[in-house]
């Protein structure tokens, strides 16, 4: 009897525990047939933006971390990149930058979001390469002469060799190394840019780096992941207290760039789905935005995870929040210690070339759950991986028509970048992903812009 009552009692809890989160975590879908998108409008001083990164245009970043990764080999003796590419001369943006600047020009696009390679900077510790330096420095005058605003992100992924040899951000002790490199070319160049992202996407570096495995250093180690996400978010507020104290400091807007993605259960009705999901989205999501808010990480999954770290000082330290959004993933819990969910999609899902789902209804919803932290808000990026382009313009559309949604629910929202100005070297997947406005042959380095671009023109036009 007592035994029934317990199994009784236990499953009357999770019954509840399943009907509140299902409440508590809702998984909106639009009825996109009585939505106007001819609605969609945008403020008058609204940034308009597209986005690149140092190693994925550049061409010729022989020197850091993805370099070495790109040439080693897993385990099995199988490559790291897909069909064993490698990032190569990539778009050769850094010399053909002139050309590409008249491209973002064509857009009608107010600025231009890049990153500085770092290991082209300082190819060895403490010594700064003057020519480079310079070459970023024209890259910004003959944007700043075409009325295009730069924006720097100052660490996309990328870190030079020397500085993993020293152990990167898996030691709070190298997070002074990173700022004395930031102080420099903020130092450079902020007399002239006033637009600064820290860190892009900690989570993804961390996790895709330390606990997937499929960045470098390819680990599998959960406690290391979330480490070295702390320390990003640490390197992050680091650069942004001692850049606010130089000069230029004050005026200069400087902020974290963070990928949302949300995690929803694959079977709403299902206990385990949620657990994971929770707990997925606390790690991915929850740890930076609860640092950004106050300060403190505190996580702790026995045998996986435990951290713990408090810096009240730390809270609120960004002048903006740079939002990366693509999609949300579906998670089912699987009975296995290495893989505990598979990543599922419905035969409704409108998928991306990624293992994306289209999911506009999710960038408003990020953008709700980001605005807690009380900063205005900026889509550093957003778009689509799309070889037939057949579904750019309605990405495009959608995600705009979610923006503008939250805006004219009051959120401040300060401008949007796309995703990415031309066709590049995505990672792990190699070339084959052309997430471009521009699509690039890369065996003669055309660029030619694509149909489904034309619809982020005209949004743009339409907003003066
Ligand atoms: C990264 C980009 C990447 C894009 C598309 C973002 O996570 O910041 O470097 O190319 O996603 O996958």
């Known amino acids: 009897m007592t035994f029934l009552l317990i199994i ?80 190569g001369k990539a778009c050769d943006h850094w010399n053909r930058y002139e050309e590409d600047i008249k491209m973002i020009l064509e857009l009608g696009v107010s600025h231009y979001r890049f990153s500085i390679e770092w290991s082209k900077v300082e190819p060895k510790k403490g010594y700064y390469d003057r020519k480079v330096i310079n070459h970023y420095s024209n890259v910004i005058d003959k944007l700043l002469e075409n009325n295009i605003t730069p924006v720097i992100t100052l660490h996309h992924f990328t870190n030079p060799t020397w500085f993993d040899n020293l152990g990167g951000f898996e030691r709070e002790q190298n997070i002074s190394i990173f700022v004395r490199f930031c102080e420099k070319i ?22 895709m780096g330390y606990f997937v495995g499929v960045f470098p250093p390819g680990q599998k180690n959960p406690n290391q992941a979330v ?22 400091g004050e005026k200069s807007k400087i902020g974290i760039v963070k990928n949302v993605m949300q995690f929803d259960p694959y079977r709403r009705w299902n206990l385990l789905d949620w657990i994971v ?53 579906h998670l089912k819990f699987k009975a296995n210690l290495n893989e505990f969910f598979d990543n599922k999609f419905f035969a409704t899902d409108t998928m991306t070339d990624m293992p994306y789902v289209i999911y506009p209804e999710g960038l408003y919803r990020a953008i709700k759950d980001v605005e807690s932290i009380g900063k205005p808000i900026i889509i550093t990026e957003n778009g689509i991986a799309d070889a037939k382009d057949d579904r750019r313009a309605l990405f495009i559309e959608r995600y705009l028509y979610s923006v503008y949604r939250a805006i004219r629910e009051g959120t401040n929202i300060k401008g949007y970048f796309y995703w990415s100005l031309m066709d590049n070297f995505e990672w792990a997947e190699g070339y084959d992903m052309k997430f ?27 907003s003066g």
């Open 8 to 87: 009784l009692s236990f499953v009357l809890i999770c019954m509840i525990f399943i009907i509140w989160c299902h409440y508590r975590f809702p998984e909106p879908h639009w009825n996109w047939d009585e939505i106007d998108l001819k609605e969609t409008k945008f403020p008058k001083k609204f940034m308009w933006g597209t986005a690149t990164a140092a190693h994925q245009v550049e061409g010729n970043c022989n020197n850091n971390n993805w370099f070495e990764w790109e040439n080693s080999k897993d385990d099995l003796g199988n490559p790291r990149i897909k069909d064993n590419q490698r990032s």
């Open 186 to 207: 903020f130092d450079e160049y902020s007399s002239r840019v006033n637009l600064w992202c820290t860190i892009n996407e900690p989570e993804v570096y961390s996790m």
């Open 227 to 248: 480490n070295v996400l702390k320390n990003l978010l640490v390197a992050h507020t680091a650069v942004y207290t001692k850049l606010k104290s130089l000069k230029n």
């Open 277 to 329: 999901c929770i707990l997925t989205n606390n790690i991915y999501n929850g740890i930076a935005l609860s640092y950004l808010k106050t300060g403190k990480i505190n996580i702790r999954i026995p045998f996986f995870i435990n951290i713990n770290y408090s810096n009240p000082l730390a809270a609120k330290k960004t002048d903006f929040f740079g939002l990366n959004y693509y999609s949300h993933s």
């Open 436 to 462: 471009g406005l521009y699509e690039v042959n890369f065996k003669n380095q055309k660029r030619k812009l694509r149909n489904g671009a034309k619809e982020f023109i005209k949004v743009i036009k339409k």
